[in-house]
């Protein structure tokens, strides 16, 4: 039996490519145990999760993002050709704008911040209002791979690079318990067991749901059948350094400033750009929720 009172959240979402699609299992398991999400604060990955679910869109981006897989990642990826990343990222945002719609963020019914990096002034940027997808698209600008983003004159990189775990925007929170999930935890000897996918409850608008999802797949397919996998080797090799990085940042950062709870993935739980695994990130999510935190009764 559930207590009446929810206990309010403060959700600090870090960083760390598809990892993060733990993030929504993490989620899922907090609404079903009555923890009231009245925060959210993201870099990268978790900037673009826990804004699908401040805007309504959570089950509509987890139905969509478990039916894509490696070629239709592929098909996402629109090459720059420029030296500042080898993805535009415009295809991805634009994608994700037509499935679930923009928003303001400042109109949205939960607090948001998106944490992307100024580099060039080696300072974090916090991005509180305006266009949520905007938003979202500084914060996942990984470098080397995105191209950066310019905002108010600022060129702007994947928060990650300075704060993986943004727990700072949540100071000023009036909330029962700040929540920090990082997804760069120590790497696990064996290897990520396969889980089952977590079940959604049904929506009424599942019918249509499912509709649009077929028809953004069919696209897809239809789009990349010309397309061949890229050779991701040095890419690869960038990115484990890169994850490196932010597991000694978000150690520190989190040791300095610590949350009431948090919620480790391993970093090698999956690769950077692996999100045809999403069922079973988000699995594992539910599962270190469950393991994390306490179960209200």
């Known amino acids: 039996m559930h207590s009446l009172k929810k206990t309010t959240v403060s959700l600090v979402l870090g960083s760390g490519g598809a990892r993060g699609l733990a993030h929504i299992g993490i989620i899922k398991w907090l609404v079903e145990n009555d923890y009231e999400i009245r925060s959210i604060s993201g870099c990268s990955i978790g900037a673009l ?6 805007a309504g869109k959570l089950e509509i981006f987890e139905k969509w993002i ?19 990343g080898l993805v535009r990222g415009d295809k991805v945002i634009n994608t994700l704008v037509e499935l679930l719609g923009d928003q303001k963020i400042e109109e949205l019914a939960v607090s948001y911040t998106a944490v992307a990096a100024d580099i060039k ?27 950066p983003v310019t905002r108010n004159g600022v060129e702007l990189i994947d928060g990650g690079v300075l704060n993986p775990v943004p727990i700072a925007p949540t100071f000023s929170d009036h909330t029962d318990l700040t929540i920090a999930v990082n997804l760069g935890g120590t790497v696990a000897e064996a290897p990520i067991e396969e889980l089952k996918p977590v079940p959604s409850k049904s929506s009424p608008q599942g019918l249509k749901i499912h509709e649009n999802i077929y028809k953004f797949i069919s696209r897809f397919r239809s789009e990349k059948k010309e397309q061949k ?9 960038a990115n484990q350094a890169f994850d ?19 919620i480790e993935i391993a970093r090698n739980a999956c690769g950077t750009l692996e999100f045809d695994r999403a069922c079973e990130m988000i699995a594992l999510g539910y599962k270190k929720a469950q393991h994390y935190l306490p179960e209200k009764v």
């Open 49 to 54: 999760i826990g804004g699908v679910y401040a």
């Open 66 to 84: 478990c039916e894509i897989d490696k070629l239709d990642i592929i098909s996402l990826l629109d090459i720059s050709w420029k030296s500042s």
């Open 121 to 147: 002034n080696e300072k974090e940027v916090w991005i509180n209002s305006g266009s949520l997808f905007e938003a979202i698209r500084a914060s996942i600008s990984l470098p080397l791979f995105f191209t």
């Open 229 to 237: 996998a890229q050779d991701w080797g040095a890419y690869d090799i």
């Open 244 to 262: 490196a990085m932010q597991s000694t940042i978000a150690r520190q950062k989190l040791a300095a400033y610590p949350a009431d709870y948090n």
